[in-house]
């Protein structure tokens, strides 16, 4: 059951920026966004391509409340619409639908409903507006904008062409007033200019934005034991929601059994089973009631759950497009979420036995796509980058440091014996029965429920490994076993320590590659961000979305709830400033949260931060950067031998952070740094003097001039100081 419709906005001709605000609660447009909202205002009909998760719905929920008379948004999919109509009650607009779905009585009242002209938005599917008594009702209502949502359903080259779609065309010649959007996330060119051709859009009015998905992290990972693997993975993102990917029914079940069988709460979907067990289980995955969904491709069409936190594939996908369309349903909230593809060659040789067995007309295309996916999984250039170029976007940086081979690539090596030997002695501690993913959730400080029932938050060990982020302590835990300190057990997964290790409790030095940090570091500990009270939040959430019988996003997103947990509002002027509280929102909501932060604060004697409307999301999830935390703490007084020992990295990390500092205008005590340098005193003074001569852009030439005899390492240093002199 849906909440009842709200009083219907009336159209104000107030400006788009003061509704994406007013009603929807955000502060700035998506890309592209504000200009094809523009354009439909505008009344030029627009062709959208968009990813998923790209913001396509607010380019015709928005100009649906500024525009007079009525919306009709075009929607294959039943779960889908429902869920929209659902988030756009909750934000007090006026939003019906009419499918197959609904009982005789349901549809004459909405029907009633939109004829009396309550309605802002109807939203239908194709089939049932194509039929004469719904035209009807059109022709007596204002139509004024008519939205195609996955408009590559009109494309006889799209993967999901429907008759129905064809005779759209009709509706809207017989509608010719109203302004067209088409929308869809396939990029083919073929489908586009199809799309174009049969809804006679021209050019100038299509809107292509970039495929990147900047927080999806992207990894393949060998596949060498589905079960454990994905255990493992699923320990790294306990109580988070999302989709594992097989290629058959058979292995969906079998593989959701055995998860069950190891306490995952999860559910299996797939065409095989009966209508009203999907219906259950989608049901139970999207409310959060089970978080984890093992499903074939079957699932996945038409799921708007913003917070999906990661994809995972067990099998191998049959193409780039099909895989990036499956892991495109997580993070649609813009937070960080992961997808992995455990890939193994005999997946490829299966496919390829399917292939053979298909049409002769469409082996070599099928085979030809499959290589391609194969090429991709196998290379170790940036993934990310790897797809987009496949998609034809050519303007896109080297490395993206949010893909395994990026954050692998091409490190220094520093030394790692201290991160060794809290690792190994929490392995030590926690006496050698467990894996990688627990020991990490020890060192970090995580308050999950195997570490405190197991008693392992009063173990010494416990949170000092606060410095590196989960993926960077995995990376370091494959070295130390690479290395022989440690061996794994095979069939548990669990950590034993080596005589290698011993030696290493002793002093032997560990060395080896940190991974970069990357934004998950940031995003599982903004500054200032209380995990505890997010928990309660989140359990007050699902107890509200409950009693309405509604899915907890459609209360607050995520981003929303960790809004509230990094700025801690008191006020409801507080609460307003927050993503995604809009004033229907506020009206209905702030009283049920506020108390719980007040509350709060008043148990951890924490008050209010201020938000102000320009903090941008990126600032707000990325803490102090390491090179301003360095640089601070050289000014307190550190030396570099210090912030090396505090940091665990080697001498040209600190100076790196330092050079950055000062870049970023920073100022650091010249004399001291000058100190830090090995060199003569005169032999520094000519470095410094060659820098001034001949600029600061290249050390080549100075590494030459001084014969190699001044490290590179030195140079670095003595650059900043000429620098520094030098303004
Ligand atoms: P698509 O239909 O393109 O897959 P959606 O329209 O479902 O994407 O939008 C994805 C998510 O992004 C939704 O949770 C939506 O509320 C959010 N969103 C859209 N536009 C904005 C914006 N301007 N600011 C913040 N969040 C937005
Ligand atoms: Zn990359």
Excluded at 206 to 214: A, G, K, L, N, W
Excluded at 326 to 350: E, K, N, P
Excluded at 502 to 531: D, H, L, M, N, Q
């Amino acid at each position: 059951m849906l909440p009842s419709i709200a009083d219907a906005i009336a159209p104000d001709h107030t400006s788009p920026q003061e509704t994406l605000r007013r009603v929807f609660g955000y502060n700035d447009f998506r890309p592209r966004q504000a200009e094809i909202i523009a354009n439909v205002l505008h009344r030029r009909d627009t062709l959208v391509i968009m990813p998923t998760g790209g913001g396509k719905s607010l380019c015709y929920q928005l100009p649906a409340l500024l525009l007079d008379g009525l919306t009709v948004v075009v929607s294959p999919l039943i779960a889908l619409m429902q869920d929209q109509v659902g988030q756009l009650r909750q934000l007090g607009v006026a939003a019906v639908c009419l499918n197959s779905s609904l009982s005789a009585a349901d549809y004459l009242a909405t029907v009633k409903k939109v004829r009396q002209g309550e309605v802002k938005l109807l939203y239908v599917a194709p089939e049932t507006l194509l039929r004469s008594e719904l035209l009807m009702l059109l022709e007596q209502c204002r139509l004024t904008l008519l939205a195609i949502d996955e408009a590559h359903c009109i494309s006889q080259w799209g993967h999901d062409f429907r008759p129905e779609y064809r005779q759209l065309v009709e509706v809207r010649q017989r509608f010719p007033q109203a302004v067209c959007l088409a929308l869809t996330a396939t990029a083919t060119p073929r489908v586009q200019a199809d799309i174009k051709a049969s809804l006679g859009f021209r050019d100038e009015n299509e809107f292509i934005t970039s495929f990147d998905r900047p927080n999806l992290f992207v990894a393949v990972t060998p596949k060498v034991h589905t079960l454990r693997q994905t255990l493992a993975f699923l320990t790294a993102h306990a109580g988070q929601s999302g989709i594992i990917y097989c290629n058959t029914q058979r292995q969906v079940d079998e593989l959701s059994a055995a998860l069950v069988e190891h306490d995952i709460a999860c559910l299996p979907y797939h065409a095989g089973l009966d209508s009203a067990t999907r219906r259950r289980n989608q049901t139970a995955f999207l409310r959060d009631n089970t978080p984890v969904m093992v499903a074939t491709i079957a699932f996945g069409m038409g799921i708007d759950k913003p917070d999906v936190r990661f994809v995972l594939h067990v099998d191998l996908p049959k193409d780039i497009e099909s895989y990036y369309q499956q892991i495109g349903r997580a993070g649609r909230d813009g937070l960080r979420a992961d997808c992995l593809l455990l890939y193994s060659y005999g997946d490829v040789q299966t496919i390829r036995y399917f292939i053979s067995q298909g049409a002769a007309s469409e082996q070599a295309e099928r085979t030809q796509r499959l290589q391609t996916l194969v090429r991709w999984a196998e290379g170790d250039a940036c993934r990310r980058r790897a797809l987009l170029t496949y998609f034809g976007e050519t303007d896109i940086a080297d490395v993206c440091q949010m893909c395994d081979n990026c954050l692998a690539g091409a490190q220094e090596r520093v030394d790692l014996t201290v991160p060794a030997q809290k690792f190994l002695s929490c392995v030590a501690r926690t006496r050698e029965l467990f894996g990688a993913n627990h020991i990490i959730q020890v060192l970090r400080g995580s308050q999950a429920k195997e570490v405190l029932q197991r008693g392992h938050h009063q173990l010494s060990t416990y949170g000092i490994g606060q410095e590196f982020s989960v993926e960077q302590w995995k990376h370091l835990a494959r070295q130390f076993i690479q290395q022989g300190l440690l061996t794994q057990d095979m069939q548990y997964g669990s950590l034993k320590l080596t005589e290698k290790a011993r030696a290493v409790f002793k002093g032997e030095p560990v060395w080896g590659t940190v991974a970069a940090a990357t934004i998950s570091a940031a995003v599982a500990a903004p500054a200032g961000y209380e995990a505890a009270l997010f928990e309660r939040l989140r359990a007050h959430r699902k107890a509200l979305a409950d009693a309405q019988g509604a899915p907890p996003y459609m209360i607050f997103s995520d981003v929303t709830l960790q809004e509230m947990v990094i700025y801690l509002p008191h006020s409801k002027a507080a609460f307003a400033l927050l993503q995604g509280v809009g004033q229907q929102k506020l009206a209905r909501y702030a009283d049920e949260f506020l108390p719980l932060i007040a509350a709060y604060c008043r148990e951890h004697g924490l008050s209010e931060r201020t938000k102000t409307v320009t903090d941008g999301p990126r600032r707000l999830r990325a803490g102090k950067a390491r090179s301003e935390e360095v640089g601070d703490a050289f000014v307190a007084g550190q030396s570099i031998a210090d912030l090396m020992e505090a940091h665990s990295v080697k001498r040209p990390t600190i100076i790196s952070h330092l050079g950055k500092y000062a870049q970023e205008g920073g100022t650091l005590p010249v004399e001291r740094l000058r100190a830090e340098s090995t060199l003569p005193a005169v032999v520094r003074d000519q470095v410094i003097a060659a820098f001034r001569n001949k600029g600061f852009d290249y050390l080549r030439p100075i590494f030459d001039a001084f014969a190699g005899d001044v490290s590179y390492d030195e140079l670095h240093l003595l650059r900043i100081v000429a620098r520094l002199e030098a303004t």
